[in-house]
């Protein structure tokens, strides 16, 4: 359960993040330093992120405690399948560019990947 709901925490910020973190590349500074203050400023500023960071922030938090009863081989590319569904899924929903064959290939491979994880355990 607890992989599950950090999958969605993870997944369902990342596009999330994106979204809410529009115009970061608009911001030109002349020197390095300059730049990555400029940066730093327009994204603690922006509540959106910050909302969506935190939440992500609370995942990482869920995964290090669920880890401490898991089994790392399984966890973890379980985590991260279910992560990039969640991502797919809320990605497609608030708009973005719709999941083509090439990302669905990608699911399937890694779907075949984490079964063969799960299989090798039982």
Not at 26 to 45: D, P, Y
Request: charged content about 10%; overall charge positive; hydrophobic content about 50%.
């Amino acid at each position: 359960f607890w992989l599950l709901v950090t999958a969605f925490l993870w997944g369902a910020t990342n596009p999330l993040l994106k979204k809410s973190s529009k115009g970061f590349e608009e911001i030109n500074k002349e020197t390095f330093l300059s730049q990555r203050l400029a940066e730093i400023k327009f994204l603690l500023s922006n509540l959106k992120y910050l909302g969506f960071l935190i939440l992500n922030q609370c995942g990482s938090l869920v995964f290090y405690l669920t880890l401490s009863s898991a089994d790392l081989s399984l966890a973890i590319p379980i985590t991260n399948f279910l992560s990039l569904v969640f991502t797919g899924i809320v990605g497609y929903l608030i708009g973005e560019k719709s999941i083509n064959g090439g990302s669905i290939l990608g699911m399937v491979f890694v779907v075949f990947g984490v079964t063969m994880c799960i299989m090798s355990k039982a």
